[in-house]
């Protein structure tokens, strides 16, 4: 844009394309954080991460750094992880048990897990200065703060739809869907945070979630290897391979499959893909988690949470989350070209063993730092945002595919067939109100 | 804990150690499968404190099987990513044998290592500490287990690990 001129962040986004502004602009970047990530609800963590009183967790939300807390009464709370004093970082540490209190490492002053005083070193020096009550000598709570089924947010802006409004029917299905699998409506996560830094947007990560075109492309090899040596290992063994072998082996799905899957696109940016995993074999693990649920919930209530097939749900701007597989992965943006990927999974409670192994397995294949799968996909997002911070070249990021077709009905939209461009376009029209909404 | 063992056996460890390194920089994939026994693992755990792979998350764990498939990946012709493809160099050095089988002469064996890995204009270093069970054989040492300790366990990763390290 021209020097002077007011820039309208809403004619970056056409139905059909989008300016490539949005992916590599610092003044865009800046601006999302203010109309996105600071106001919106932002995933902080699952409650089963800080079990007992004293625990903590730090992350970010958009530039803010947080903690999320467990106290003494078993509250969770979200807090910004500042002294009052100095303004010094209180938790260096990722994570950890702090106590009765937290203690700042530059002059000591502790804190309760919801943030309030509980002693100040010296105090002499304070006598009839201050009052601690006051709430500018406390830590400061998130804005907001929420917890869905387990799952804990924050927003920065004391303005706003509440929590479960706001994640609407189409997100809620990523927590309902995991909760539900487990005969006790519950998830436990696995504490072990799997960090990746990804060069490029956040918004690149996102759409390459629900992007049904790039898999048999982008993961050829590792597809066709996988395949190989699920016939090796059967040949060798005479058993049948591991799970994981078939996780591998499904990224080459022919693109009759993938175009038979559905993606559906709900209000606020968030959007479902789903079919692609037929998770319900008749092995003596699923047998097992039937015969569980159904002595939980009953029969035609079991059939019906096994029947869920919502593969991955984007819960707009911060997560990707795969429910059937009890994987869930947070995004952190660090700039318009670098994200930070905080990666999860979880445990069903009381649900057999071998449902556990299954997202084990996907986490170490599909998650881990040593993935064959993101191997690619990082090794895409790099040059993707590369090519997008050219000046030249062109200056629009094409999202046509069946760009027309989509059908809306009650503000739901569905897409003609699972590789339509419809989950960039409906992430794109929520980028658009959020970044315009103030103005 | 150290074992008092022969100039010999040391020396042969460490030639093995040696002779491994520059089988994973120089990518000879044939002679890496080789290294390890029939039921041999490599395993680089997700936590310095861990004790346990099975049934936990790791960096790495892996069979012959899940090497085998991921040597076919980065040989395949449209693995994208190994386009250009990683360099590595090592050094291991600081070798000291933990306990030597008078009987069997299978070997418990830890050592360390800094390496460099380049790729796309980008080099990032790794370093860490290495411990090998070591299956004596009438062919040489065999990898019953390997395990990986990486400095940097907890990342954040800039990048995935393509091969093992
Ligand atoms: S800055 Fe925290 S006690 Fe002074
Ligand atoms: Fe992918």
Redesign the pocket.
């Given at each position: 844009m021209p020097d002077g001129q007011e820039v309208h962040y809403g004619d970056y986004v056409q139905d059909d394309r989008v300016h490539k502004a949005v992916y590599a602009d610092q003044a865009v970047y800046e601006s999302e954080l203010d109309n996105i990530f600071h106001k919106k609800w932002i995933y902080i963590g699952h409650e089963s991460q800080v079990p007992n009183p004293g625990d903590y967790w730090t992350t970010w939300v958009g530039k803010e750094r947080m903690i999320m807390s467990r106290g003494s009464d078993g509250a969770v709370h979200v807090l910004y992880n500042r002294?009052p004093?100095?303004?010094?970082l209180i938790c260096n540490n990722e994570h950890g048990n702090a106590g009765k209190a937290f203690r700042?490492p530059?002059?000591?002053?502790q804190f309760y897990m919801d943030g309030s005083v509980r002693q100040v070193p010296m105090k002499q020096g304070y006598d009839g200065v201050i009052d601690y009550k006051d709430p500018q000598f406390s830590m400061v709570r998130a804005e907001r703060q929420g917890n869905y089924r387990g799952f804990i947010f924050a927003s920065l802006s004391t303005e706003g739809e509440d929590l479960e409004t706001y994640l609407g029917q189409g997100a809620r299905a990523a927590f309902d869907d995991i909760c539900n699998r487990s005969p006790q409506g519950e998830a436990e996560i696995v504490a072990n945070c799997f960090r990746i830094i990804q060069h490029s947007n956040w918004k690149i990560f996102l759409e390459n979630q629900l992007d049904a075109v790039h898999p048999s492309i982008t993961h050829h090899s590792t597809g066709d290897a996988a395949a190989a040596m699920q016939k090796k290992y059967k040949d060798k063994t005479g058993d049948d391979a591991p799970m994981g072998y078939q996780f591998l082996a499904d990224f080459t799905l022919p693109f009759e499959k993938w175009d038979s899957l559905q993606t559906v696109g709900f209000p606020n940016g968030h959007t479902q893909l789903t079919g692609y995993m037929g998770l319900r074999p008749r092995d003596p693990v699923t047998l097992a988690h039937e015969a569980a649920l159904t002595d939980a919930y009953g029969a035609e209530r079991m059939d019906e949470i096994l029947s869920t097939n919502v593969h991955h749900v984007i819960v707009y701007p911060c997560l990707s989350v795969q429910p059937p597989l009890q994987q869930l992965r947070a995004v952190r943006p660090l700039g318009p070209n670098k994200t930070l990927t905080e990666i999860w999974h979880f445990r069903l409670k009381g649900a057999p063993d071998g449902i556990y192994e299954r997202a084990l397995a996907y986490y170490y294949h599909v998650n881990s730092p040593s993935t064959m799968v993101n191997a690619d996909d990082l090794n895409n997002f790099r040059a993707i945002q590369e090519g997008l911070a050219m000046v030249g070249g062109g200056d629009w990021v094409s999202l046509h595919r069946n760009a027309g077709q989509d059908t809306v009905d009650n503000g739901v939209t569905h897409s003609v067939t699972g590789m339509s461009e419809m989950p960039m376009r409906n992430m794109f029209a929520a980028w658009k109100q959020f970044m315009t909404e103030g103005n | 804990m150290a074992a008092i063992c022969s100039v010999e056996t040391q020396l042969a460890v460490e030639r093995f150690l040696y002779r491994q390194a520059e089988i994973v920089d120089d990518r000879e994939w044939d002679a890496w499968l080789a290294l390890f026994a029939e039921d041999g693992k490599y395993w680089m755990p997700a936590t310095a404190d861990q004790e346990v792979a099975d049934g936990q998350p790791n960096i790495f764990y892996e069979d012959l099987f899940l090497m085998e498939m991921r040597i076919k990946r980065v040989c395949h012709p449209y693995a994208h990513s190994q386009a250009p493809t990683q360099r590595l160099s090592r050094v291991v050095s600081n070798v000291i044998i933990e306990s030597e089988d008078g009987a069997t002469g299978d070997i418990v064996v830890r050592s360390k290592f800094h390496l460099v890995e380049y790729r796309l204009d980008d080099q990032r270093y790794f370093g860490g500490k290495y411990r090998h069970h070591l299956k004596q054989t009438d062919d040489g040492y065999r990898i019953q287990l390997q395990r990986v300790d990486i400095a940097n366990v907890e990342g954040p990763f800039g990048y995935v690990l393509q091969t093992w390290l």
């Amino acid at each position: 844009m021209p020097d002077g001129q007011e820039v309208h962040y809403g004619d970056y986004v056409q139905d059909d394309r989008v300016h490539k502004a949005v992916y590599a602009d610092q003044a865009v970047y800046e601006s999302e954080l203010d109309n996105i990530f600071h106001k919106k609800w932002i995933y902080i963590g699952h409650e089963s991460q800080v079990p007992n009183p004293g625990d903590y967790w730090t992350t970010w939300v958009g530039k803010e750094r947080m903690i999320m807390s467990r106290g003494s009464d078993g509250a969770v709370h979200v807090l910004y992880n500042r002294c009052p004093h100095r303004g010094s970082l209180i938790c260096n540490n990722e994570h950890g048990n702090a106590g009765k209190a937290f203690r700042c490492p530059y002059h000591a002053w502790q804190f309760y897990m919801d943030g309030s005083v509980r002693q100040v070193p010296m105090k002499q020096g304070y006598d009839g200065v201050i009052d601690y009550k006051d709430p500018q000598f406390s830590m400061v709570r998130a804005e907001r703060q929420g917890n869905y089924r387990g799952f804990i947010f924050a927003s920065l802006s004391t303005e706003g739809e509440d929590l479960e409004t706001y994640l609407g029917q189409g997100a809620r299905a990523a927590f309902d869907d995991i909760c539900n699998r487990s005969p006790q409506g519950e998830a436990e996560i696995v504490a072990n945070c799997f960090r990746i830094i990804q060069h490029s947007n956040w918004k690149i990560f996102l759409e390459n979630q629900l992007d049904a075109v790039h898999p048999s492309i982008t993961h050829h090899s590792t597809g066709d290897a996988a395949a190989a040596m699920q016939k090796k290992y059967k040949d060798k063994t005479g058993d049948d391979a591991p799970m994981g072998y078939q996780f591998l082996a499904d990224f080459t799905l022919p693109f009759e499959k993938w175009d038979s899957l559905q993606t559906v696109g709900f209000p606020n940016g968030h959007t479902q893909l789903t079919g692609y995993m037929g998770l319900r074999p008749r092995d003596p693990v699923t047998l097992a988690h039937e015969a569980a649920l159904t002595d939980a919930y009953g029969a035609e209530r079991m059939d019906e949470i096994l029947s869920t097939n919502v593969h991955h749900v984007i819960v707009y701007p911060c997560l990707s989350v795969q429910p059937p597989l009890q994987q869930l992965r947070a995004v952190r943006p660090l700039g318009p070209n670098k994200t930070l990927t905080e990666i999860w999974h979880f445990r069903l409670k009381g649900a057999p063993d071998g449902i556990y192994e299954r997202a084990l397995a996907y986490y170490y294949h599909v998650n881990s730092p040593s993935t064959m799968v993101n191997a690619d996909d990082l090794n895409n997002f790099r040059a993707i945002q590369e090519g997008l911070a050219m000046v030249g070249g062109g200056d629009w990021v094409s999202l046509h595919r069946n760009a027309g077709q989509d059908t809306v009905d009650n503000g739901v939209t569905h897409s003609v067939t699972g590789m339509s461009e419809m989950p960039m376009r409906n992430m794109f029209a929520a980028w658009k109100q959020f970044m315009t909404e103030g103005n | 804990m150290a074992a008092i063992c022969s100039v010999e056996t040391q020396l042969a460890v460490e030639r093995f150690l040696y002779r491994q390194a520059e089988i994973v920089d120089d990518r000879e994939w044939d002679a890496w499968l080789a290294l390890f026994a029939e039921d041999g693992k490599y395993w680089m755990p997700a936590t310095a404190d861990q004790e346990v792979a099975d049934g936990q998350p790791n960096i790495f764990y892996e069979d012959l099987f899940l090497m085998e498939m991921r040597i076919k990946r980065v040989c395949h012709p449209y693995a994208h990513s190994q386009a250009p493809t990683q360099r590595l160099s090592r050094v291991v050095s600081n070798v000291i044998i933990e306990s030597e089988d008078g009987a069997t002469g299978d070997i418990v064996v830890r050592s360390k290592f800094h390496l460099v890995e380049y790729r796309l204009d980008d080099q990032r270093y790794f370093g860490g500490k290495y411990r090998h069970h070591l299956k004596q054989t009438d062919d040489g040492y065999r990898i019953q287990l390997q395990r990986v300790d990486i400095a940097n366990v907890e990342g954040p990763f800039g990048y995935v690990l393509q091969t093992w390290l």
